[in-house]
């Protein structure tokens, strides 16, 4: 494995747009290596922030609005079948 990866070649390997790692390092998440040549990001740093899990993967807008959209479904499933669950309750005490 190498000791550094490039913008281009960590979008790769997180199957992101190279404007997310732009991101990721404006918000301090990832930290530019100061002392070489060109724009890298350090192995290490990148396994690290990988073993964190999904609180540190990047999404795409894209990506992102499909998981509200995934997110509101279910919480209106939720709701309809607690509905549901207290007109059964409801009915199994005689009401």
Not at 46 to 60: D, I
Request: net charge negative; glycine share 6%; charged share 35%.
């Amino acid at each position: 494995m190498d000791a550094v990866y490039t913008a281009k070649e960590l979008a790769e390997r997180w199957k992101c747009h190279v404007n997310t790692i732009r991101v990721m390092e404006d918000q301090g998440k990832l930290h530019r290596l100061e002392d070489i040549p060109g724009v890298r990001y350090s192995a290490e740093e990148v396994q690290q922030l990988e073993c964190l899990g999904s609180e540190a993967q990047p999404f795409t807008a894209w990506e992102r609005k499909k998981l509200e959209a995934r997110i509101y479904e279910l919480e209106r499933m939720v709701k309809d079948y607690q509905a549901k669950m207290a007109r059964i309750t409801l009915i199994s005490q005689g009401g």
